[in-house]
């Protein structure tokens, strides 16, 4: 029988019966005022808490408040589960430090989400968390989120290191948009992931960080690595991936057989026609796909879209489509390619495309639909 989940602001759980929590959601976020009760040593005392989900952003928090809040998880020796919401909270890279060790003495502790985006932390603020990171070897599900930090290539190499001590991860997610954390960090976090023997679930969003196309296939060969992945999530917009980072991430498509779920976000990268044939050689043998999103807005694709058409149409197990093409200049006669490729897919049923921006006019977009008729669901978005 699962546990069900209660939910709570802060003075309703600081007046509730504090041992008899299993599974609790705490909402004392946007600037409540922590000091009218302390959530550390309310927590504490809930000896049989097993999953806690607890967002605390938009507090400055101080020193003591996060030292009382560490300590006193660390007395909750049944967590299994942890969602900790720290984003713009002031916490500096001591308190995080600290938190994450006491976390890391929890040995029933095998889940733990923890966002700490909008942080001010530098290269030398990771240098201190990874550090303790490390030790948290028990975990088999980690999601981190630095959004919007200034951690950089120093302290994407030192998380790293220390990522790839965590080697019984299942699922990892890990956000570092807006880090600028350049090839070599990219390539350090790479390293650390080949090493997830027994990894199914990877999400990662790397928007805005300066990586360029070497680093970007490196990065993708050790992705390539962890052979049971079947849910890939990867976010490498607003970069400079050219042709060979395009084709690093159709080599690792290609290499991770067991993919059946793809989420490919590569916005503005300078694909242009010779990138799209690059990623397409390797998408067209991703043939355990049954879910694609690939977001390739703003690329110039042109007629690059009749190789992508092309691949999309033999993949033999691809189901559901969401196709983002905006601001492609793939033109009316393009978009009757791709609509003609599709409609002879032999498995596709759900498609959801955008071609704003690509001079395809209105008849040549009500063709399109015409031709994928056949298909239990079909959206064609277009705007001139």
Not at 111 to 135: G, H, P, V
Not at 244 to 265: D, R
Not at 342 to 351: G, I, P, R
């Amino acid at each position: 029988m699962t546990t069900q989940e209660t939910t709570f602001d802060q003075s309703e759980f600081l007046s509730s019966d504090l041992s008899s929590h299993q599974k609790v959601n705490i909402q004392i976020g946007y600037l409540y005022n922590l000091e009218n009760g302390d959530i550390g040593t309310a927590l504490g005392n809930c000896h049989n808490l097993e999953h806690l989900t607890l967002n605390l952003e938009h507090n400055k928090m101080d020193a003591t408040q996060i030292e009382s809040l560490a300590s006193n998880l660390a007395k909750c020796e049944k967590l299994s589960y942890l969602d900790l919401n720290l984003e713009c909270t002031k916490i500096n890279p001591q308190g995080a430090s600290q938190l994450i060790s006491e976390l890391a003495n929890l040995k029933n502790l095998q889940t733990l989400i923890l966002n700490l985006r909008n942080n001010e932390f530098d290269s030398s603020s990771l240098t201190e968390i990874s550090s303790a990171l490390k030790k948290c070897t028990n975990l088999t599900e980690l999601s981190l989120d630095f959004y919007n930090n200034k951690i950089r290539q120093e302290g994407a190499i030192q998380l790293g290191s220390a990522l790839k001590h965590l080697t019984n991860i299942i699922s990892f997610s890990l956000n570092l948009e807006e880090n600028y954390i350049y090839g070599e960090g990219a390539e350090a976090l790479g390293q650390a992931i080949e090493n997830y023997e027994n990894l199914q679930n990877l999400t990662l969003n790397l928007d805005k960080n300066q990586i360029y196309p070497k680093a970007t296939a490196a990065l993708c060969t050790s992705i390539a690595k962890c052979s049971k992945l079947t849910n890939w999530i990867f976010s490498i917009s607003y970069n400079f991936i050219d042709v060979t980072g395009a084709k690093g991430i159709g080599y690792t498509l290609e290499n991770c057989p067991n993919i059946q779920k793809a989420t490919i976000n590569i916005t503005n990268n300078g694909l242009h026609i010779k990138g799209t044939e690059a990623l397409c050689s390797g998408l067209q043998k991703s043939t355990s796909l049954t879910q694609l999103s690939l977001n390739i807005s703003s690329n110039d694709i042109g007629s690059g879209v009749e190789s992508l058409a092309s691949a999309l149409k033999i993949l033999p197990n691809l189901d559901y489509l969401f196709l983002n093409l905006n601001q492609n200049d793939i033109g009316s006669y393009g978009a009757k390619i791709l609509a003609n490729n599709l409609s002879e897919s032999q498995s596709l049923k759900s498609l959801y495309a955008s071609i704003w921006y690509n001079n395809v006019s209105e008849r040549a977009e009500f063709d399109m639909k015409e031709t994928l008729s056949k298909l239990s669901s079909v959206s064609i978005s277009n705007f001139q």
